[in-house]
């Protein structure tokens, strides 16, 4: 089992940034691609984000140039900075790590984060 625990959340003007962090325990040791998804209010969770193991990024075309998200590996931490932030953009955010062979997704509770205009 993985244990995923998201910070970092909150309520932003627009054209603001925040951060997001998500911290992974237990069997670390199997996670290989790492991400964030998002999903706002009557709305499907959508893909934000992923890192792989090796460090190679994908992002949404939605967020692109605004978000970053980067891995801290010795850490078992992944973040999310994201700037330039919209009201569309607001959402709840959980945290993904992937295992593989076999493939399981393990999910974060989720951080709000609320963009005002």
């Known amino acids: 089992q993985v244990q995923l625990v998201e910070s970092g959340g909150g309520l932003v003007q627009a054209g603001g940034s925040l951060r997001l962090s998500c911290a992974a325990s237990?069997?670390?040791?199997?996670?290989?691609?790492m991400g964030w998804y998002r999903q706002a209010p009557g709305k499907q969770r959508e893909f934000v984000a992923t890192?792989?193991?090796?460090?190679?990024?994908n992002y949404a075309d939605s967020v692109k140039g605004r978000f970053t998200i980067t891995r801290d590996t010795a850490k078992n931490m992944v973040y999310l900075q994201m700037n330039s932030l919209k009201p569309e953009d607001t959402a709840v955010y959980y945290c993904?790590?992937?295992?593989?062979?076999?493939?399981?997704?393990?999910w974060g509770q989720g951080t709000q984060v609320t963009v005002s205009s």
């Open positions: 237990g069997m670390v040791f199997s996670i290989n691609d």
């Open positions: 890192i792989t193991n090796g460090g190679s990024t």
């Open positions: 993904n790590a992937d295992r593989t062979r076999p493939f399981i997704r393990y």
